[in-house]
């Protein structure tokens, strides 16, 4: 680790040099991601939605086309500040349900079973009763819902 003492960019060199040595893409982007927000909230201009909504509404009109890792780095949703596995997520979950291809965010149409298992998740079902319901796995579940 780099000394408790190094500036936020030796900090972040360091650990994107270490990433770089690894090459590890993702690891790469998470970072960058990280530093941009650390950057942003020194400043005070990060790219920051207040609540979900406006998130939401972002994520679909400015990002259309960008993959869903490239958009979890420079997005923050919230008070909180999520990891950027669950960030993905998060990208990949609103893209289908606003029926949109969950890495790329184009549009793009759904099967029955999708759209079935999109209408049940909107209604606040967890994945377990969604599978129950439609006679399916759990796991299929989750990669109709873009989570795996």
Known sequence: MPPRE???YEHFRWRMDRAHKRRDVSD???LAG???REHAG???NAEHDETE???VRRLLTEYEGEHCEYVAGRMSVGASHRGHHS???WVRRNRLENERDPTTGLPCEQDGLQAKVIALRKRGLKVRPIAEELGISKSRVSRLLGMK
């Open 53 to 55: 909504d406006q998130a």
């Open 28 to 30: 790469l982007l998470m």
């Open 6 to 8: 190094c500036s936020l």
């Open 34 to 36: 990280e530093a941009r």
């Open 87 to 89: 960030m993905v997520r």
């Open 42 to 44: 020194f400043i005070g």
